[in-house]
């Protein structure tokens, strides 16, 4: 039994490839938007001051919760 051929997946990945693409559009850029503040979180996390770390924390909080 394959987890992708389970009802409750097979309902959420009709929903998403029913939408308009616009709004495939905008939850890809979404996400890279989110790999993008990840991977600048992760590799300047040392060489910045704290507050811009702060920001850039508030940042992906953000991109998560939408």
Do not use: Q, Y
């Not at 997946?9 to 939850?27: A, M, Q, S, T």
């Amino acid at each position: 039994h394959c987890w992708w051929k389970s009802k409750s997946v097979e309902f959420f990945w009709k929903k998403f490839w029913d939408c308009d693409p616009p709004v495939l559009f905008l939850l890809a850029t979404i996400a890279f938007a989110i790999l993008g503040l990840f991977w600048f979180h992760m590799n300047f996390r040392i060489s910045f001051s704290s507050s811009v770390r702060k920001v850039t924390h508030t940042l992906i909080r953000i991109a998560l919760n939408l």
